[in-house]
């Protein structure tokens, strides 16, 4: 039985060769230079803040959208546009996530984007840099810089689109973009960690 479940696996990785192994590299080298969009359905950004000291309270964003602009032999030189639509806000609890897009909290009516626009990208070895930008929310604009790491690039096997992943983690206080509501019992300190999909566009 062994031997027959063996031989029907090995069949399986002959006939998919695509599959059987992971398409992507994280060879600097290797990647595309030109212009990559956002990928919303791989592309996930979550949020963390500390729960009367008792928890890490997480959370997360969906339907990104934005550009960039890469140049591998000179990543200095990339740009990179990111906007969130604040109404996708969302928890575990239906009822905090109702709280968290209304006026006592991100205002999504309102302010119903965030966004961030780089404006320096300072490479840190083979793969990582740091990407300083200015980061708006509920209608206040501030520099933050991400720590960015290269996950991999290539083409992907079933899109058939090359892209690139990075993940990049940032922190911010809360209050400096005017959302202070139960400070100081909801932690001040908003930890960011985006996991980024992007396909290069012809």
Same mark, same amino acid.
Request: hydrophobic share 35%; proline share 6%; charged share 15%.
């Given at each position: 039985m062994k031997s027959i479940l063996a031989s029907g696996l090995l069949a399986l990785l002959v006939a998919t060769p695509v599959l059987?192994?992971?398409? =992507?590299?994280? /060879?600097? *080298?290797?990647?595309? *230079?030109?212009?990559? *969009? $956002? /990928?919303?359905?791989?592309?996930?950004?979550?949020?963390? $803040?500390?729960?009367?000291?008792?928890s890490n309270y997480a959370g997360g964003f969906s339907d990104v959208s934005g550009t960039l602009e890469l140049q591998p032999k000179n990543p200095a030189a990339a740009k990179l546009s990111i906007k969130i639509p604040v109404v996708? $806000? !969302?928890t575990t609890s239906a009822k905090l996530t109702d709280e968290l897009k209304g006026d006592q909290w991100l205002d999504a009516a309102k302010f119903p984007d965030m966004t961030f626009v780089s404006t320096k990208? !300072?490479?840190?070895?083979? /793969?990582? =840099?740091?990407? !300083?930008?200015?980061? !708006?929310?509920?209608g206040v604009t501030k520099p933050v810089t991400l720590d960015v790491t290269l996950v991999g690039a290539g083409v992907n096997p079933l899109s058939k689109k090359v892209t690139v992943g990075f993940d990049a983690t940032g922190t911010l206080k809360r209050s400096e973009f005017g959302v202070k509501t139960y400070l100081p019992l909801i932690g001040d300190d908003l930890h960011?960690?985006?996991?980024? =999909?992007?396909?290069?566009?012809d």
């Open positions: 059987a192994q992971s398409p =992507a590299t994280r /060879d600097p *080298a290797q990647i595309q *230079a030109g212009t990559y *969009a $956002v /990928d919303p359905n791989h592309t996930q950004v979550g949020w963390r $803040v500390s729960h009367m000291g008792f996708s $806000v !969302t990208v !300072t490479p840190e070895g083979k /793969d990582k =840099a740091k990407v !300083t930008g200015n980061l !708006t929310l509920h960011l960690t985006i996991a980024g =999909a992007f396909e290069r566009q």
